[in-house]
């Protein structure tokens, strides 16, 4: 780490989506933030103004408190550049801009799908298709881990839980690959971000609306079906609101999964002495699991709009204005974690809040963890050697920190070798 | 004490039972229940512990 001195208030930029390609996350300068001036005025080119909030403390404060901060007027910070322009009225209404009392009568349409109990039932089958991504990457000595591994698993998930068939499953990749990086050039199909953007929201929902319909006249036995069939206060969801429904769980569950595998892989091939030992010491998978997700913490920000005055560690906040919540400055705050810059998989505890905290806490961590705890499971089983075979390439975005190809020379093992 | 969890926000995620057993048990509806209402004191630290560590923020503790 550079020393902070050549960092300043006045220069510092956390929210510029280059940034972010081009030296991921920016940790020196949220460890500046931490120390200096924890709860931050940014004012920056085509972004409207926010609090900059980077301690775990005052996340979950903010965290806590639904009604005094909305979710609603402002989901997240984002940088109003090539195209990409606010519209009067969000493009969706779902679980992430709802605010008390709707989102909980929402979220109680599918939550008992993801609950511990819920999710368990679905091990067998995440193993299967985790079995088979690396049964085919098996005998090669390179891939790119995101194309031929991390992005598969998750995908596949989704998709048989909401029972799309296989063969729209590239249709749907596509679509999720466009929602979430639209702002960065490699995605843009169309000629700016936000045409990208439409183009990909609409193409989801004019699949879902097909497929509700003959899952009203045949409900089965997936999540599809349960919001399509699905009551809010005694009502069936409406269709905008059911679109959005789906828009949510398709993105939702690709993009924040596949990105905490690849941050893994990459955190055990920087730290080979930890790999070593999850594979000595396969028991360790839990806390392994954790430390993968505060380590790489896949969503980056959201934003939140106070409701009436307030104060956040002796700053007043007024009615109106936003505050932005940096879960991975958070996961790395020196006042809640020990050595935090250390990547460690026997970590305990670890109190991060990289799935946030109350209201909306992340709906799918439980299915999360137990997709990461099998994929885990499986490479420290079956790879035998992995490093990097090329620069590793990131997106263009700071909501979401993502990774778009990862090129590694590996050598795994066959299943069967393993078992 | 008096504790209360709000069965609106609870998601059954067990952090509480695995906290303090003596107190929550996530039964088959997927709630958290109380299986005491007013714990003894000496079960305090547990309890904030447990309330602490929900994802959903569904547990209060307040003195009674």
Known sequence: ?419 | MKVVVDQKLCEGNTKCQQTAPEVFEVRDDDKSHLLIDNPPERMREKVKLAAKLCPRQAITVSDD
């Open chain 1, 1 to 419: 780490m550079e020393t902070e001195s050549a960092l300043s208030l006045e220069s510092l930029n956390i929210i510029g989506p280059d940034h972010y390609a081009k030296n991921g996350y920016p940790h020196r300068e949220w460890t500046y933030l931490r120390k200096h001036k924890p709860v931050f005025w940014c004012e920056y080119p085509k972004t409207d103004p926010f609090w900059a909030i980077t301690k775990h403390a005052d996340i979950i404060q903010i965290s806590k408190q639904p009604r005094l901060f909305l979710n609603g007027p402002r989901l997240l910070v984002f940088v109003n550049e090539m195209g990409l322009e606010r519209s009067p009225t969000p493009p969706f209404r779902h679980l992430l801009d709802m605010d008390p009392p709707d989102h909980g009568e929402y979220r109680a349409v599918v939550s008992r799908r993801f609950t511990p109990r819920g999710v368990r039932p679905l091990q067998p089958e995440i193993e299967n298709i985790t079995r088979q991504v690396l049964d085919d990457v098996t005998g090669r000595d390179k891939c790119d881990f995101v194309l031929d591994v991390s992005s598969k698993i998750p995908l596949a998930v989704i998709a048989e839980l909401l029972g799309v068939p296989h063969k729209d499953w590239e249709q749907l990749f596509r679509w999720t690959n466009e929602t979430i990086g639209g702002g960065d050039p490699e995605f843009q199909a169309g000629t700016t971000a936000q045409e990208t953007m439409d183009r990909s929201r609409l193409g989801l929902f004019q699949y879902f609306t097909d497929m509700v319909v003959e899952r009203m006249k045949h409900p089965a036995n997936d999540i599809t079906s349960v919001v399509a069939n699905g009551k809010v206060n005694g009502q069936p969801i409406p269709q905008f609101e059911m679109l959005s429904y789906y828009f949510l769980l398709v993105v939702a569950g690709n993009e924040t999964t596949r990105n905490a595998t690849t941050g893994g892989l990459l955190a055990f091939i920087e730290h080979p002495d930890q790999w070593q030992k999850l594979k000595r010491n396969p028991e360790l998978i839990d806390s392994a699991v954790e430390e993968i997700v505060r380590w790489t913490t896949p969503v980056i920000q959201f934003a939140r709009t106070a409701t009436e005055d307030t104060v956040i560690r002796g700053q007043k906040i007024k009615a109106g204005e936003s505050v932005c919540l940096f879960y991975p400055s958070a996961n790395r705050d020196e006042e809640v974690f020990e050595q935090p810059f250390k990547f460690d998989i026997g970590r305990d505890p670890n109190p991060h809040i990289a799935f946030g905290l109350g209201e909306h806490f992340c709906l799918g961590a439980n299915l999360a963890r137990l997709e990461l705890k099998v994929i885990f499971s499986q490479l420290a089983q079956r790879l035998d050697h992995a490093e990097l075979a090329g620069p590793v390439e990131r997106l263009r975005s700071s909501f979401v920190g993502g990774i778009k190809h990862m090129p590694i020379r590996m050598k795994m093992k066959p299943a069967a070798a393993a078992a």
